[in-house]
């Protein structure tokens, strides 16, 4: 039996707007790419978030299997609805990041994922390693794929905010 909260998170995902736009975790998505404002912000918001756990992977893993797997399915699911044009939940979005990007950033999404779906962290050493070697480069990807399909489609003030806090972590 689903928990609760996963039938709660399944409807969410397949709920469209007044416009008739699929959305997924709130956010209404066109084209892999948040489409308002609104989720802008929540994008942005989740790289402000990251940027202390970027460089502290090692606290991070002390704080739980839910900030863990936040931290890393988060950029995951913005990558997953890049490539695929649609929102998509931690399983697509894991299975599409993991078969595109290099083994850092595959391996760490792949043990989010799974640790998403035990509800339980390996070893804190395990975790603090996997999350220093991919959760940087995972947000980067991120920046930089969405970047790119921004100046795409002719829209370089939001792209230019992206590249000036890829610069930013990058410090």
């Avoid at 950029?75 to 997953?80: D, E, M, T, V, Y």
């Avoid at 894991?94 to 950033?105: D, F, K």
Wanted: aromatic fraction near 6%; glycine fraction near 10%; include cysteine.
């Amino acid at each position: 039996m689903r928990p609760a909260a996963a039938d709660a998170n399944l409807s969410r995902a397949r709920t469209r707007d007044a416009k008739g736009r699929r959305r997924t975790d709130g956010i209404a998505i066109r084209h892999g790419f948040p489409d308002d404002q609104s989720g802008w912000r929540v994008m942005l918001a989740g790289l402000a978030q990251a940027q202390q756990r970027l460089r502290q992977p090692g606290r991070l893993a002390g704080m739980g299997c839910r900030e863990v797997t936040k931290a890393v399915l988060f950029p995951a699911r913005f990558l997953g609805a890049l490539a695929s044009g649609l929102p998509g939940g931690n399983a697509e979005s894991a299975r599409l990041v993991e078969a595109s990007q290099p083994a850092p950033i595959g391996a760490l999404v792949r043990a989010a994922f799974d640790w998403r779906t035990s509800g339980r962290l390996d070893d804190p050493g395990t975790v603090a390693a996997l999350l220093a070697r991919g959760l940087f480069p995972l947000h980067l990807a991120m920046i930089a794929a969405y970047r790119s399909a921004l100046i795409a489609e002719g829209e370089a003030v939001l792209a230019g905010v992206l590249e000036r806090w890829a610069e930013t972590l990058e410090r």
